[in-house]
T-cell receptor, first 112, second 114 residues
Framework: DAGVTQSPTHLIKTRGQQVTLRCSPKSGHDTVSWYQQALGQGPQFIFQ???????QRGNFPDRFSGHQFPNYSSELNVNALLLGDSALYLC???????????FGPGTRLTVT | SQKIEQNSEALNIQEGKTATLTCNYT??????LQWYRQDPGRGPVFLLLIRENEKEKRKERLKVTFDTTLKQSLFHITASQPADSATYLCALPQYGGSQGNLIFGKGTKLSVKP
């Protein structure tokens, strides 16, 4: 079992650009959540996808959008990048609404 | 909204001692609380889940307690080892009960010295 995988591992972008991050959930998991983690902080919830729809959303602007595909994999898109978007972006998957979450290794995004 | 406070940013202890980490929440009573371990540059790893009707839960050298009156969970690592050095995060549902997404504390960085 590969667990949760994310790509790319690292990414450097310029202010104003757009970025797409990808996530494949653990086998058997149908719910995917995305988190942003700044240095020294806990993960901040961005949104959650289930059955290809956004089910819950945290306090993030519309520049952050996502998608879930029929095979449960997911994408996180961020438009008009700001310096403050630099962070570790984590994807987590689970089966069912209240089970433990399995996190991927994250994508380190640097905006210059 | 719900707030989580992990009492210290860093905790330094000697190998073999028991490490005790604290997680306090401020508002809604959660139906459960989870603890994760995170190593630098990596995603969090799930350790334990404790439900509101459980006072204590154990897994090998780990023990978690949950006091809904104090709105507090304690996380203990007994016979600590340098390999236990990491950041430990607590997490619970944002709106109490089982409602809302999982929110995380800032974490406590544990360093176990040989």
């Amino acid at each position: 079992d590969a667990g949760v995988t994310q790509s790319p591992t690292h990414l450097i972008k310029t202010r104003g650009q757009q970025v797409t991050l990808r996530c494949s959930p653990k086998s058997g998991h149908d719910t995917v959540s995305w988190y942003q983690q700044a240095l020294g902080q806990g993960p901040q919830f961005i949104f959650q996808y289930y059955e290809e729809e956004e089910r819950q959303r945290g306090n993030f602007p519309d520049r952050f959008s996502g998608h879930q595909f029929p095979n449960y994999s997911s994408e996180l898109n961020v438009n008009a990048l700001l310096l403050g978007d630099s962070a570790l972006y984590l994807c987590a998957s689970r089966w069912g609404p209240h089970s433990e979450q399995y996190f991927g290794p994250g994508t380190r995004l640097t905006v210059t | 909204s719900q707030k989580i406070e992990q009492n210290s940013e860093a905790l330094n202890i000697q190998e073999g001692k028991t490490a005790t980490l604290t997680c306090n929440y401020t508002n809604y009573s959660p139906a459960y609380l989870q603890w994760y371990r995170q190593d630098p540059g990596r995603g969090p790893v799930f350790l334990l889940l404790i439900r509101e009707n459980e006072k204590e839960k154990r897994k090998e050298r780990l023990k978690v307690t949950f006091d809904t009156t104090l709105k507090q969970s304690l996380f203990h690592i007994t016979a600590s080892q340098p390999a236990d050095s990491a950041t430990y995060l607590c997490a619970l549902p944002q709106y109490g009960g089982s409602q809302g997404n999982l929110i995380f504390g800032k974490g406590t960085k544990l360093s176990v010295k040989p």
